[in-house]
């Protein structure tokens, strides 16, 4: 079935109708694009009253005048809240919100106020390829099938119903996790979509993404002919809850689980090699086109367990740097660590921002070290 | 008359005071008078014509006129001077030994010799015949009431007096002719015909050609028996030109042009001028030469031995005489440098990048010269039906083009010659040119002196005051420019602003092309498609992102691994294409601030020499290689920026920051604007202007093995207490 969506922006829509072909391509998506009624009132009725499943809206809506010749006097952040609050007040459905904004600095104003009515927030500017179109194409379908299931789910027996989200068997939930996902329930369908959607789809931890899963595996996936026989196999592990289909992920209890029973030969996974990681499940599989990762300069230990969040590249937590920023995070969530090379050169720091601050002597001795001598050729 | 004579046929009487009127009529002045006189001298395929005056400062002097020309036979005196209203002319619209369109009106000639002076007396023979006639007319015999036939004049027969030609004797002159009035009129005259002040190469062209088919017209004054040329005044003028500007085409299409002033330091010599990149040599234009005499009025300073009232006088001229003129074999061709003539678009030929520089005003008034052209088959330029200019043909447009690209090159020589001298000033005859009296010190000396109070100060504070005044002139003349500059900032920030905006649209219809292309070379056009938008779209952010960052205007430490690694990675796209490998290399520690600064100058400054060192690499024709090598010495961040281009000339090394100093070529005549811009001599001087602002220095020093040219900028590292007021 197809899923459609509501596109608030002020531009007109010729303006925008090229990023929503580019969305639109792979099918399932339907975007209609309006203009914002002008005022609030009619703003709210309009979304309450036509069948989407999701609406999108671009921050800035006082650019270009509105349906009614008349510019907005709200921003898409305030339509936002305001129609959660209607959703809480079951005034209306509950749908997913994604935020379209063309500006990095609003986009980081909102990652500091954790008061976000989004489910989604999207650059402009990182649409650039046909991956990026097609990644946020699967986003948006999964949202809106998402919180329809949610908006269905049986709520009486919450263990049950998390079970239901997760698709998974309820014992191998950890524990903390599992506990908390029991007192999202009976919240309104978007506090639980937010909670799934950041804590564990967008946080390594339970569940890992195909990078980390390939770097706990010791693989280079873009040198490995074998890697998608490989995720294949692994498909028994792969996320089947609820955004399934946008987010790939796995779960790593069981990939732990499968290494030791099938593939480890007595050998836990972390403190092994990656060579030998790929050595043994070349062996054990059949399948010669995998390589093992390489390490990342100035990293003396190949037994990964992370991603350099600067490099974006497989590491050894002891040859990285802890990111700044995760005083909050769950405990089921994984750490992010930053490798030596990327802290100390500044590598994609807008991803990173800073190391932790216990680990800011560290990184001023590792300058220290490694600063370079000038030789005139 | 008898009252009772009656005839049957009569006839038309005409009465002698006719002449007189008809002179007046006709003729009207003076110098028309003598004009036209000479423009028959023209008329009759003379190459030589010498006016004179003979005491003649009051009325009753005497004016001979006498020419070479094909002179004339008693026939052609009886049929032609004698007779009112001949129709000689028009049937004859060209002469006849060098086919001259004819430059005389009909039948004036007499009427101009009466106008002048009461008395005539012409000799004249011609080339075949055997003797000389001597005619000789008073005026004042032609009065009223009487039969004009009736009144006769004595033709004489008498020994040549040489090969052919014509000589008038006009005497009792009407009019007083004073030094003033001569000139005037040999000014006047000198309008038609190609003035003498030819340049030796102009007469070095023409001696070598055989049919020396010229004219020129020379006045004398004789006074008290003292015999004296009239030289044309304006040629005393050109003298004291600012600065010459000449230029030619040889006979294989190859130009050239050489500006020289000496007020201005300037001799530069023998600089070519290109047709097109790949075709050098014009292909239609041959053997032209051009002399351009060029003014600053309302200077006086910039000349040596010209006073504020010569000037003056000099821009009164040039409202009537200046302007760019074209002589064709010796001729004048019209319209070209007329008063409203702006056929080498020196008028209209103002954009944007040129406009903030009134320093070196560049319009026809600006200009006395001449473009000579020597096209005796007639075979490259052709006048118009109408005689009102030339066929704007090829070699027409090439001569345009020649010319006006020769006098636009020369105006950026110009332009470093006038900041120099407005630099160095008249004040004081400094030896140490270079060290600029700050501000500061200036009003130091003048705080002091109110201080103090006494003598010395005082004078020390009014020298102060004087450099002050001059130090605030320059700053508003490159306030102007920077205006322009800022303008056109704001402007880009506006546009890329609103480029970033249309990205994701563009970027939405190439995915969705991609998804439904099944063809192998269809998507590999899109993804060439997808890829040269990206790189577009990062020229585009880069200043984005710059531009948003720049918008609180507080300085902060730069730390110089990020600036150089965001510059890279911009213009890496726009490298990549034009085929030069970029890359950065960082020394020292990790942490390289600098004192705090603005980071958008930083992409002034990199941009800057990024656009010169690509120039550089184009010129050199090698497979470019850039680099940019940050480290620290000391208190010191030092910025390495080198290429191996064609590298920097010994000679100009310390000429290349000053302001308005540049090796490209003015942009050509239709060139897009964007060319135009390029090159506008400011890019070094505003890097240099940046850099001493915050205490550094930029300086060319000898580059490492593979490359060719290395500035090296050197800023004070941040301490640590600014550092810490800014969180870092």
């Known amino acids: 079935m197809e899923y459609r969506y509501l596109y608030i922006d002020d531009w007109d829509k010729k303006d925008i109708a090229g990023t929503i072909s580019g969305i639109e391509a792979g099918g399932g998506i339907k975007i209609e694009h309006s203009k914002p009624a002008g005022d609030w009132e009619r703003e709210y009725d309009r979304i309450a009253q036509l069948s989407f499943q999701g609406v999108i809206l671009d921050l800035r809506l006082q650019e270009k005048a509105g349906l009614d010749g008349n510019y907005a006097k709200y921003s898409g952040a305030i339509i936002a809240h305001a ?40 650059l402009k500017e990182e649409l650039n390829n046909n991956s990026a179109f097609e990644t946020l194409r699967l986003k948006l379908l999964a949202l809106a099938r998402g919180y329809d299931w949610i908006n269905h789910l049986n709520r009486e027996n919450p263990s049950r119903a998390v079970e239901q989200l997760m698709g998974f068997g309820y014992e191998a939930l950890e524990e903390r996790f599992r506990q908390r996902m029991e007192t999202y329930i009976n919240k309104p369908t978007h506090d639980i979509a937010a909670f799934i959607v950041r804590n564990l789809l967008e946080k390594e931890g339970l569940l890992i993404s195909e990078q980390l899963l390939a770097a706990r595996l010791g693989i280079e996936i873009n040198a490995s002919n074998d890697w998608p026989k490989l995720k294949l196999i692994l498909n028994d592990f792969s996320y089947k809850g609820v955004f399934m289909e946008g987010w790939s992920r796995w779960w790593m209890y069981n990939i732990e689980h499968w290494w030791d029973e099938a593939i480890g030969e007595g050998l836990r996974l972390q403190p092994t090699s990656a060579s030998k990681r790929v050595d043994l499940l070349k062996g054990k599989l059949g399948l010669d086109g995998l390589v093992p990762a390489n390490k990342i300069e100035k990293a003396r230990s190949d037994q990964f367990w992370i991603i350099c969040q600067g490099l974006k590249r497989p590491l050894d937590p002891i040859d990285g740097l802890f990111v700044s920023g995760q005083e909050n995070a769950f405990p089921w969530q ?33 300058k220290t070290f490694y600063s370079r001598e000038r030789i005139r050729r | 008359m008898d009252n009772n004579q009656f005839d049957e046929n009569v006839a038309f009487r005409v009465d002698a005071g006719l002449i007189d009127r008809l002179g007046r009529e006709l003729v009207g002045r003076a110098e028309t008078a003598v004009s036209e006189l000479i423009k028959n001298a023209y008329d009759a395929d003379a190459r030589e014509v010498s006016v004179t005056f003979i005491d003649s400062d ?74 000389a006639f001597e005619l000789e007319i008073d005026w004042k015999k032609y009065q009223i009431d009487q039969d004009i036939t009736t009144i006769t004049n004595s033709v004489r027969k008498i020994a040549k007096q040489k090969d052919e030609g014509t000589l008038l004797k006009i005497s009792n002159l009407r009019d007083p002719w004073t030094v003033k009035s001569i000139e005037r009129i040999y000014r006047y005259v000198s309008d038609l015909f190609q003035p003498d002040y030819l340049s030796d190469e102009g007469s070095i062209l023409q001696l070598a050609n055989q049919k020396d088919n010229t004219f020129q017209v020379r006045f004398y004054r004789n006074a008290d028996g003292i015999r004296t040329v009239i030289a044309d005044p304006q040629k005393m003028i050109f003298d004291k030109a600012l600065a010459v500007i000449e ?40 053997r032209i030469h051009f002399k351009a005499y060029y003014f600053i009025y309302e200077r006086e300073e910039y000349y040596a031995g010209v006073s504020k009232l010569e000037l003056r006088n000099i821009r009164t001229l040039s409202e009537e005489s200046s302007g760019i003129r074209l002589y064709r074999n010796g001729f004048r061709v019209l319209p070209y440098g007329e008063p409203n003539d702006d056929w080498l678009g020196l008028d209209i ?33 052709e006048e118009t039906a109408s005689r009102e200019g030339l066929l704007s043909n090829d070699a027409f447009r090439e001569l345009q083009h020649f010319v006006s690209e020769s006098l636009f090159s020369a105006r950026l020589r110009l332009r470093e010659g006038v900041t120099e001298i407005r630099k160095a000033g008249k004040a004081k005859e400094s030896s140490n040119k270079q060290e600029r009296t700050t501000v500061e010190e200036l009003l130091n000396r003048i705080e002091t002196f109110v201080n103090s109070g006494t003598l010395e100060r005082k004078e020390e504070a009014q020298n102060a005051v004087r450099e002050l005044r001059e130090e605030v002139r320059l700053l508003i003349d490159e306030l102007g420019m920077i205006r322009v500059l800022a303008a056109l900032g704001l402007t880009i920030a506006e546009f890329t602003h609103e480029v970033t905006q249309y990205t994701p649209s563009i970027n939405g219809y190439i995915a969705a092309l991609q998804s439904l292309q099944q063809n192998a070379e269809g998507i590999g056009l899109l993804e060439e498609l997808r890829r040269g938008f990206n790189n577009f779209i990062a020229y585009t952010a880069y200043f984005n992102t710059t531009i948003s960052q720049n918008v609180s205007r507080e300085l902060q430490p730069i730390r110089i691994t990020d600036i150089v690694n965001r510059f890279v990675s911009a213009i890496k796209g726009d490298a990549n294409k034009m085929g030069i490998e970029i890359k950065s290399e960082f020394y020292g520690g990790y ?42 010495e000391g208190d010191k961040i030092y910025i390495e920026f080198t290429d191996n281009g064609d590298g920097v000339a010994e000679e100009i090394k310390d000429r290349i920051f000053n302001a308005f100093f540049t090796t490209s070529l003015p942009a050509g005549f239709d060139a897009p604007s964007d060319e135009r811009l390029v090159g506008t001599g400011l890019g070094l001087k505003i890097v240099k202007d940046i850099i001493e602002t915050y205490g550094g220095k930029i300086f060319l020093i000898p580059p490492e093995t593979e490359f060719v040219t290395c500035f090296r900028i050197e800023i004070p590292k941040a301490s640590s207490k600014q550092l810490m007021e800014y969180g870092i």
């Open chain 1, 83 to 122: 129609i959660r609050e209607m959703a809480k007040e079951k005034t209306i459905n509950e749908f997913p919100l994604v935020l379209f904004s063309g500006n990095y600095n609003l986009q980081q104003f909102f990652d500091k106020t954790g008061e976000d009515a989004f489910d989604l927030r999207i």
């Open chain 2, 349 to 381: 030929k103002i954009y944007s990048g040129e406009k903030g520089s009134t320093n070196i005003p560049y319009r026809n008034r600006n200009f006395f010269g001449f473009v000579e052209v020597l096209d005796i088959k007639g075979k490259f330029f």
């Open chain 2, 58 to 131: 009051m009325t009753g002097g005497t004016l001979f006129i006498e020419d070479d020309g094909c002179g004339m036979t008693y026939k052609q005196l009886i049929d032609g001077f004698m007779t009112i209203s001949s129709t000689d002319k028009v049937h004859n619209p060209k002469s006849e030994k060098y086919k001259r369109q004819r430059a005389g009106r009909k039948g004036i000639g007499r009427f101009a010799t009466q106008r002048l002076g009461e008395h005539l007396t012409i000799i004249t023979q011609t080339n075949d015949s055997g003797n």
């Open chain 2, 247 to 286: 230029g030619s085409v040889d006979s294989d299409g190859k130009g050239a042009f050489s500006v020289s002033s000496k007020n201005l330091s300037i001799e530069d010599f023998d600089n070519p001028i290109e047709y097109k990149k790949n075709e050098p040599n014009y292909p239609s234009l041959k």
């Open chain 2, 591 to 632: 942490d390289l601030f600098t004192v705090p600064m603005h980071p958008s100058e930083w992409t002034s400054i990199l941009y800057n020499l990024y656009t010169n060192s690509k120039k550089a690499i184009q010129r050199a024709n090698s497979k470019g290689i850039i680099a940019i090598i940050a480290g620290e």
């Open chain 1, 334 to 366: 994984s750490k992010q660590y930053v490798s030596h090379e990327a802290a100390i050169n500044r590598i994609s720091i807008e991803d990173w921002k800073d190391v932790a601050a216990s680990e800011k002597d560290k990184l001023d001795q590792l």
